[in-house]
């Protein structure tokens, strides 16, 4: 049985490996005590030639990175920081649903860890109970017309208390240990999403995107809800129609004018 210092205890490599039920995510595991983010160290990794499917896990991220230039808190050994390489045969262009997938995987593996139900927020939030648990950057590398590699970094609060959430954090955040009301397991969490992100990149391999989009709007929170979103300098206000098939949301304004939206920040107003 596993105890609870068990359970607060650091990674190990050959725990998250042992027993993985994987075609190729999580065939090679880089774990690091500490990095700047672990999307850097695989973005490094990708363009020195490392294979499809390497994983890198850190510790603590000393300059996490959110999306919109935001900053990942990543303290030690309380959160989940994993980067994957993908190098899938697809345009740049077709790359922003596998920041999708690994929000899908993200939420998947989390109900099978903790048997919470994860939502979504559009386009990369994972939602507990209105708050927000975990996140998701996809970032990539391209030539011209050629997809190099994309990297998809999810960031999951696991082991934080309430009082590990400092300033307006609070308020918005939460983790998996406060939702459930007991501490989670992180090697069984970073098994869960290895696994579930190989499930969902073979599904993207073999059907392309549908699958994936059929599960984000199943669990999508935005969707038929009262909307602000800014992106840049833009800013909609409306109702969220739907997420069409290029993964974008649809937002009709007062004036019944549709905007189609590939990124943003995204407000729930009513
Ligand atoms: C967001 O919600 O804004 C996205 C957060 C993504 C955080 C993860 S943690 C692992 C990977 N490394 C980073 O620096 N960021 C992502």
């Not at 105890?3 to 999580?26: D, F, H, M, T, V």
């Not at 919470?116 to 017309?145: C, Q, S």
């Not at 989670?184 to 992100?197: F, G, K, Q």
């Amino acid at each position: 049985m596993t105890g609870p210092q068990e359970i607060l205890a650091p990674l190990r490599e050959a725990e998250i490996r042992s027993g993985l039920i994987i075609r190729r995510i999580g065939t090679t595991i880089h774990l690091f005590q500490e990095v700047e983010s672990t999307n850097d160290e695989a973005a490094a990794l990708a363009s020195r030639g490392e294979a499809e499917g390497t994983i890198v896990i850190a510790e603590r991220q000393r300059r996490g990175r959110g999306r919109l230039g935001r900053r990942w808190e990543s303290p030690t050994g309380l959160g989940l920081y994993l980067s994957v390489i993908l190098r899938p045969a697809i345009p740049p262009q077709s790359a922003p649903i596998l920041t999708l997938m690994g929000a899908v995987a993200g939420a998947e593996a989390i109900e099978r860890t903790t048997g919470l139900t994860t939502t979504l927020k559009w386009p990369n939030d994972l939602i507990l109970h209105g708050r927000k648990v975990g996140g998701i950057l996809g970032e990539m590398a391209a030539e011209g017309a050629r997809l190099l590699h994309v990297i998809i970094g999810i960031g999951i609060n696991v082991n934080q208390t309430e009082t590990d959430f400092a300033g307006e954090l609070r308020q918005i955040a939460t983790s998996l240990r406060v939702e459930a009301g007991q501490p989670i397991d992180r090697t069984a969490m970073a098994r869960s999403l290895c696994e579930s992100l190989d499930g969902w990149y073979e599904r993207f391999l073999s059907h392309g995107p549908q699958p994936i989009l059929e599960q984000v709007r199943r669990r999508c929170l935005t969707v038929g809800r009262m909307v602000t979103a800014r992106s840049g300098d833009e800013e909609v206000s409306g109702f969220a129609v739907e997420m069409d098939d290029l993964g974008r949301l649809v937002i009709r304004d007062a004036t019944g004018a549709l905007h189609h939206l590939v990124a943003g920040d995204v407000t729930l107003t009513g």
